[in-house]
């Protein structure tokens, strides 16, 4: 049986996030295929409310990739911003420190569930995309609301339960591969409001639309063996499962629907 309960697990997170290459397996199947080719990582940059000389938190940076193009181009160079970006995982904080050397960032590594810093440090607080791996996330939630400035703004990206995800259970409902019905991903975009209501005064929700379009079904099958949410999948299913994806294609292509989007939250 797959095991999908387990989107929360420390163990797990820890080991698929131990190095970059199921991230960079993930990110590639997106840039590769995505309808929208604006990127949800620039479309989220875009909505930051960036100014001069405020302090920026990230929580569970990964690669740091968020930042990359910024940099590059010396976008935020005037700011002067006190940045600093961080990850649960030492691999990940490895790699931040070796990408970031010398380019003024301050690299961490932490836990959402114990922030290790003084209430009111930061204007300005990402959480990208990781927020449903974790377990307590109401404790996750009043931590980064006692970080935060009194005026400060909270941004955190997440998927929806109507995107790939229940695509891909569909697919495996119609196939009979078993697999654990019981999913505990703790934020998504349809409880992501309610959970962020209890510590937040306002909250609102911004959606990016998007889908894949795929005509090299391998290339989703290698996303999929490399979803925490799904490890234990048998590789004895890889035929199956490229043999159903192939027939969904419509004129050649595999239309899998995309759920993302974001909450900006404020405590005033």
């Known amino acids: 049986m797959i095991n999908i309960d387990n989107m929360s697990s420390k163990t797990v997170i820890k080991e698929q996030y131990k190095n970059t290459n199921n991230l960079k397996l993930r990110k590639s199947l997106h840039e590769k295929y995505s309808v929208n080719k604006m990127g949800f990582q620039k479309w989220m ?3 930051y409310p960036f100014r ?3 302090k920026v938190l990230e929580l569970g940076s990964g690669r740091g990739e968020l930042w990359n193009y910024y940099f590059e181009n010396k ?3 005037d700011y002067e911003m006190d940045i600093t970006l961080s990850d649960f995982s030492d691999g990940m904080v490895d790699y931040l420190q070796h990408s970031y050397l010398d380019k003024g960032v301050s690299i961490k590594k932490i836990d959402i ?8 440090t930061f204007d300005l607080i990402i959480a990208n995309s990781m927020l449903y791996h974790v377990k307590d996330i109401d404790l996750a939630l009043s931590e980064v609301k ?3 400035k009194k005026d400060g ?21 119609e196939l009979g591969i078993p697999y654990n019905h019981e999913s505990d991903i703790s934020f998504t975009l349809q409880n992501g409001m309610q959970l962020l209501k209890k510590q937040f005064y306002k909250v609102e ?3 990016y639309k998007d889908a894949l379009e795929i005509d090299k079904v391998e290339d989703y099958l290698e996303y999929i063996y490399s979803m925490a949410s799904l490890q234990g999948l048998d590789r004895k299913n890889y035929d ?3 043999n159903y994806f192939n027939s969904k294609k419509v004129n050649g292509y595999l239309h899998v629907p995309k759920e993302y989007g974001m909450f900006v939250a404020s405590k005033e």
């Open 240 to 242: 199956i499962l490229l």
């Open 113 to 120: 569930l114990e922030i290790p810093f003084e209430k009111e």
């Open 52 to 54: 001069t000389k405020i």
């Open 45 to 47: 940059f875009e909505q």
């Open 75 to 77: 976008i935020l160079q």
């Open 153 to 173: 703004l909270f941004y955190c990206s997440t998927l929806g339960m109507n995107g790939m995800t229940q695509y891909l259970y569909h697919a495996l409902d």
């Open 146 to 148: 006692r970080v935060l």
């Open 205 to 207: 929700r911004c959606d």
